[in-house]
């Protein structure tokens, strides 16, 4: 009986025991629309306006509302993509550099409401906000500074125009999670006819500190973008990759919009920031932000864009992934099954938590509350750290078994601040410590990835940090092989390589057409071939016996004796498509080095991101001395401008020495470009 008393009183004074008090906070901290902003990683950019019609990046400002005249918008279409990709908002371009504006502006002309769109009676924005909200996703929205458009821009009078197209934004359509603000400001335009150049500086001619209050204001839960916030920071490139080491702080007040050395100095953040300027990370998922048909062939592929989420979400930056909308007015069927494909890899990747199956200790905790099992919950609220003052901080899993992983999740506690500096992931083995992986930053997330690993124990020690860490999330998973087929590139030499999307995977390939197998060549290292051949090659994973579709590449004669005739030519049989050579006598001449029997030639289209100079219509001769030549082929390559991918033309054999691509017509009447050109033996 005393002992059932004592037993109970031992409960119950456990039960009682008040949670310990949480640690300091580590300046500076975020607002709470920074903390909710955070929280939702990963969401959409629509690039959609008057550049989709104009075929351009940045327009000029004299374009025509009549231009724009989508045959099939359907906003409803684009929400859809984004929630089953699994983004969480949706960001639209509601004026960019031209200042055609997406909604019936009052303060403007230059808009929707003068185009044939709905007989100018619709509104974009609204119905991309009702979209929004119908399947769950926040609305942001894009406004560009600069309006190259607008008589006033450059003048006093702009400033006010701009704030009440802002107020007109911000007042009209609910509830808006963020405003962003492009650096881009200042440079030639029409500028209601003057057609000039206008510079402003762009540290005080907008009045930024009012700007900010407008949006405060009217929308006190958005947070704002722009290089240096004030809420949310550029991550500096365009690439979709953020610095290893990424500090949510910044020195604020030394950042303005389009700041020249910005990327260099303040796009990773600073340790000793005076400001919680967390980074987001914008990047589109084809080489340009707005849509070209010549770039249907272009988009991202799934090993691309699954770098981007790991460079990203996984180096505590949100991602932030652009859809050029096309002048249908739809998210284009490949941009659609790219997005799609990623979101089943990032499923598949995190689709169990081993570290929720393992048993969690710690060298020490703070008491009640900030217990080690916190790591392993899926509530963001809760946290592991130790004692004010503590020198060591470290986490371990038993996981009772041997596992294999090679993915690592931690996650910080950031409300409080940012504070882990250096970390270390190592496995039990013999009795001692084994490194695996190791890494700066922390912040919001960070994920590592790394080869297969099997232990039955792991320990996360912090090396290093600004105070005591406090960790809300350990995460440890095994995430399937990326089973694409490998890639190729080949030197002028004919040496081939070939590399594996993922680690852990293994290459096989033939030569001869046939279908590879686990039987075929092993690929090892680079090989070369210097004439014709069919080279196929798959990805195979040697633990599950899963296989990659075909690569399939006709190789022809290696092209390291070849001599181009015209300066700068070289860049035509350098192996290389994204250099290009522009012909002023649109013609292309090339000795190959020797007397071959050829039946055709190839031809890259150029590949920048604003090309010119397609050929359409064009003439192939051939000569054995370089002297007298003989027209062995003429044509159009149809669709180049559509679809700019290497055209293949044979012909009847024919021996030659010499060979010239002469353009007849190219498709904008600027001079001939060149990305790559070769011949056909087989």
């Not at 619709?122 to 458009?149: H, T, V």
């Not at 900030?370 to 004692?387: I, K």
């Not at 694409?484 to 993922?502: A, Q, Y």
């Amino acid at each position: 009986m005393k002992n059932s008393l004592w037993l109970a009183l031992l409960l119950l004074l456990t039960f009682c025991q008040e949670k310990v008090a949480p640690p300091a906070p580590v300046l500076p901290v975020p607002e709470p629309r920074q903390i909710a902003w955070q929280e939702l990683e990963y969401y959409g950019f629509l690039h959609f306006n008057m550049n989709t019609f104009s075929d351009r990046e940045w327009g000029f400002g004299d374009e025509k509302p009549e231009m724009f005249n989508p045959s099939d918008l359907q906003p409803r279409q684009w929400a859809q993509v984004a929630a089953e990709a699994g983004m969480k908002g949706l960001i639209i371009t509601a004026k960019h550099h031209d200042g055609f504006v997406l909604w019936p502006s009052a303060y403007t002309e230059h808009s929707i409401k003068n185009s044939p769109w709905k007989d100018g009676k619709g509104d974009l924005i609204k119905e991309l906000a009702e979209a929004c909200k119908e399947y769950g996703l926040k609305f942001g929205i894009y406004y560009s500074p600069w309006d190259r458009n607008h008589p006033d821009y450059g003048k006093p009078e702009y400033i006010t125009y701009m704030r009440n197209q802002l107020t007109e934004l911000l007042t009209n359509y609910g509830d808006i999670f963020e405003v962003w603000f492009d650096g881009a400001n200042g440079g030639d335009g029409y500028y209601g006819g003057a057609n000039e150049t206008r510079k402003v500086d762009k540290l005080t001619y907008y009045q930024w500190p009012e700007v900010y209050n407008l949006v405060r204001e009217l929308q006190p839960n958005a947070v704002m973008f722009s290089d240096g916030g004030p809420d949310v920071r550029w991550v500096g490139n365009e690439g979709g990759e953020a610095f290893e080491t990424n500090w949510a702080n910044l020195m604020r007040d030394s950042v303005y919009a389009g700041m020249p050395d910005y990327p260099e100095k303040y796009a990773s953040g600073q340790e000793f920031g005076t400001h919680w300027v967390p980074a987001e990370t914008n990047v589109s998922i084809r080489p340009g932000w707005y849509y070209h048909t010549y770039e249907d062939h272009k988009v991202r592929s799934l090993s691309n864009l699954v770098d981007i989420y790991y460079n990203s979400i996984g180096r505590n930056t949100s991602l932030l992934i652009n859809f050029p909308v096309d002048t249908r007015g739809l998210i284009h069927e490949n941009d659609v099954e790219a997005i799609i494909k990623l979101a089943d890899k990032v499923k598949e990747d995190f689709a169990v938590d081993l570290a929720s199956q393992a048993v969690a200790n710690a060298n020490e905790e703070r008491g009640k509350g900030y217990e080690v099992e916190n790591v392993q919950d899926e509530d963001y609220e809760t946290y592991w750290t130790t004692s004010d003052g503590s020198k060591e901080a470290e986490i371990t899993l038993d996981f009772g078994k041997e596992v294999t992983f090679n993915r690592l999740m931690l996650q910080e506690y950031t409300p409080l601040g940012q504070r882990v500096k250096s970390f270390v992931l190592e496995k039990g083995s013999g009795g001692n410590w084994e490194k695996i992986a190791e890494a700066t930053t922390v912040g919001y997330k960070r994920i590592l990835r790394f080869p297969d690993v099997t232990a039955e124990t792991i320990r996360v020690r912090f090396t290093d940090a600004k105070d005591i860490p406090l960790i809300s999330k350990v995460g440890i998973f095994h995430a399937p092989k990326l089973m694409n087929p490998p890639t190729f590139s080949r030197t002028t030499s004919g040496e081939i390589t070939l590399t594996k999307p993922d680690n852990g995977l293994e290459i096989y390939y033939t030569l001869d057409d046939s279908d590879p197998t686990t039987e075929s060549q092993l690929y090892n290292s680079p090989f070369k071939i210097e004439k014709a051949a069919t080279l196929k090659a798959i990805s195979v994973d040697p633990v599950s016996g899963k296989k990659s579709e075909f690569l399939r590449k006709e190789v022809d004669l290696a092209k390291a004796n070849w001599k181009v005739s015209e300066a700068k030519g070289e860049r035509t049989i350098d192996e290389n498509g994204g250099s290009y050579f522009e012909s002023e006598n649109n013609s292309l001449t090339v000795d190959l080095g020797e007397d071959l029997l050829l039946k055709g030639f190839t031809y890259m289209p150029m590949q920048a991101r604003y090309p010119s100079g397609f050929i359409t219509n064009f003439t192939f001769e051939v000569s054995e001395n370089g002297t007298s030549w003989k027209q062995v082929a003429s044509g159009e390559f149809s669709n180049i401008v559509n679809s700019p991918i290497e055209q293949i033309i044979r012909f009847d054999a024919v021996n030659a020495r010499f060979i010239r691509l002469k353009a007849s017509k190219t498709a904008d009447g600027n001079p001939a470009t060149f990305a790559e050109v070769g011949v056909l033996t087989k």
